[in-house]
């Protein structure tokens, strides 16, 4: 079993920065990707980012040059800088690991509220 624990929510001021982490730890197999999704809400949970085991990234257009996923693979630890908020980015976010098995683990979420 995989466990993700996160932390670094909170409230900011639209134009404002947060930075997300998100630890792993357990029986991980390896390559696997980290990620951050999100849900607003009233709607479905979407990706923000992702990471994988060599780098390699991917984020929703709504977040590209405003945010940044990096990891440290020997920490099992994935990171979400969020830089210029909107308040449109107020949501829920949960940490995300997918393994080279294909099974999803969720972390437990995170709340992230940008006023205006």
């Known amino acids: 079993q995989v466990q993700l624990v996160e932390s670094g929510g909170g409230l900011v001021q639209a134009g404002g920065s947060l930075r997300l982490s998100c630890t792993a730890s357990g029986s991980i197999f390896s390559p696997h990707v980290m990620g951050w999704y999100r849900q607003a809400p009233g709607k479905q949970r979407e990706l923000v980012a992702r990471?994988?085991?060599?780098?390699?990234?991917n984020y929703a257009d709504s977040v590209k040059g405003r945010f940044t996923t990096s990891r440290d693979n020997a920490k099992n630890t994935v990171y979400l800088q969020m830089d210029s908020l909107k308040p449109e980015d107020t949501a829920v976010y949960y940490c995300n690991l997918l393994d080279s098995l294909a099974r999803n683990y969720w972390g437990q979420g995170t709340q992230v509220t940008v006023s205006s």
């Open positions: 990471v994988s085991s060599g780098g390699n990234t």
